[in-house]
Structures are given as C-alpha cells and as structure tokens.
C-alpha cells in the first residue's frame, strides 16, 4: 500500500550535521502523520520526531533544538535536518508514516538508514 525509501545516512563528527529524506510511494493519498525512529544496537527502538499532516510537530527531548522534522506532501517526503550531533544520536534511522484509508490506521516503515556520529 505505502513504500518508504530513505536516504542521507552517513558517518559524520560530532557537531556536524546530516539530513535525511524518506519518499513515500503507492497510496500516499492515505498518508497522514510522517516520523522518524530510531534504534541503537542493544536499545529499544524510540521515536525521534514525527509531523501531521498539517505541520504540527512533537520530539524526544534529546533531540529538540537540534533536530528539525519536515515534510513536503506534494513530493510525499519527510525530512529530518539533524544538527549538532552527538555520538548518542548513532543509531539506524528509520521512517514511519501512519496511513488510513477506511477502518484501522496502518503503519509503514522504511529500510533504516545509518546514522554514526563520531566524537
């Protein structure tokens, strides 16, 4: 129904700064909040950010004030400006959209994409 590709992982210093971009395909009609996760080796997987459909944001306190969530719905992407980053912010990055049609809300995920910040 929805497919997420993400993109914009990489290895970067601490302080620095990365982006990531997830494209939604199928029926992005459907689409309507958009997140970002993520899972460190041994850890529980946590929500990073996430964005409705209209703009409003939420994030985990680590990364409020460094890390931006946006989306653009014409292109049925969402973004995540990452800044200043922490080697505790290493972790696979993953995309979640939530979408409905009719009956229950269906939840998507994309395939991870690395994240490692050295110190």
């Known amino acids: 129904q929805v497919q997420l590709v993400e993109s914009g992982g990489g290895l970067v210093q601490a302080g620095g700064s990365l982006r990531l971009s997830c494209a939604a395909s199928?029926?992005?009609?459907?689409?309507?909040?958009m997140g970002w996760y993520r899972q460190a080796p041994g850890k529980q997987r946590e929500s990073v950010a996430t964005?409705?459909?209209?703009?409003?944001?939420n994030y985990v306190d680590s990364v409020r004030g460094r890390f931006t969530i946006s989306r653009d719905n014409a292109k049925n992407t969402v973004y995540l400006q990452m800044n200043s980053l922490k080697p505790e912010d290493t972790a696979v990055y993953y995309c979640n959209v939530e979408s409905r049609i009719i009956g229950p809300t269906r939840y998507y995920w994309g395939q991870g994409t690395q994240v490692t910040v050295s110190s």
């Open positions: 199928g029926i992005t009609w459907s689409i309507n909040a």
């Open positions: 964005i409705s459909r209209d703009g409003s944001t």
